[in-house]
């Protein structure tokens, strides 16, 4: 199985500041043939399903933000917000979909300072 | 616009059983696979499996074969999730998920249906 791992497991950030999230897979998700990382982020607020940001490691999903930013290749990826907004406060998951089982990460607390 | 709509909470004693329902609208059913995903409380997101919808077979991760069965009625563009033999463990949200068509990407979540198992 491939194993994720986030860190940090919480953060806070100030309004209008900047916040990372990094993963970690235990194999690589990069699927050689077509060049593509098979890593995806979701959002979860609070009483709401998860909602996918961003697919393939770096493609924003129509309607998201553009201060979202995936990032990464191989093995080690990062989800930068490049300006916090109230809005995003949530739990943010990192989800390989390279080959099952699927995993996700244990997610990352996303708070204001 | 894709819809997913689940069917409501669940309270159920240890040892019986529930179903879950999820009804798909706004695309073609059998296009895209199903995925369940299940979050206990306060925890995170693991995933239970997938169906095909377009030949019904499906996959298991590890830890929920015997137990947990999916199911699908494409008449009623409609997944299922059969549980058996609830244990207190099962208590959980569980969700239904959308497929992409590339990759095994869920890209539309429904919104869930909680399950309670207490005597």
């Known amino acids: 199985d491939i194993v994720m791992t986030q860190s940090p497991d919480s953060l806070a950030v100030s309004l209008g500041e900047r916040a990372a999230i990094n993963c970690k897979s235990s194999?690589?998700?990069?699927?050689?043939?077509?060049?593509?990382?098979?890593l995806a982020w979701y959002q979860q607020k609070p009483g709401q399903p998860p909602s996918l940001l961003i697919s393939?490691?770096?493609t924003r999903e129509s309607g998201v933000p553009d201060r979202f930013i995936g990032s990464g290749s191989g093995t080690d990826f990062t989800l930068t917000i490049s300006s916090l907004q109230a809005e995003d406060v949530a739990v943010y998951y990192c989800?390989?979909?390279?080959?099952?089982?699927?995993?996700f990460g244990g997610g990352t607390k996303v708070e204001i300072k | 616009q894709v819809h997913l709509v689940q069917s409501g909470s669940e309270l159920k004693k240890p040892g019986a059983s529930v179903k879950v329902s999820c009804k798909a609208s706004?695309?073609?059913?059998?296009?895209?696979?199903m995925s369940w995903v299940r979050q206990a409380p306060g925890q995170g997101l693991e995933w239970v499996g997938y169906?095909?919808?377009?030949?019904?077979?499906?996959t298991y991760a590890q830890g929920f074969t015997g137990r947990f069965v999916f199911s699908l009625d494409t008449s009623i563009n409609t997944a299922y999730l059969q549980i058996t033999s609830l244990t207190p463990e099962d208590t959980a949200i569980y969700y239904c998920?959308?497929?992409?068509?590339?990759?095994?990407?869920?890209?539309?979540w429904g919104p869930g249906t909680p399950v309670t198992v207490s005597s």
């Open positions: 998920a959308r497929i992409a068509v590339a990759g095994d990407l869920a890209d539309h």
């Open positions: 706004g695309y073609t059913f059998t296009d895209n696979g």
């Open positions: 169906i095909s919808t377009n030949t019904g077979n499906p």
């Open positions: 194999q690589s998700v990069l699927y050689s043939p077509n060049k593509k990382n098979y």
């Open positions: 393939w490691a770096s």
């Open positions: 989800h390989q979909y390279y080959s099952p089982p699927l995993t």
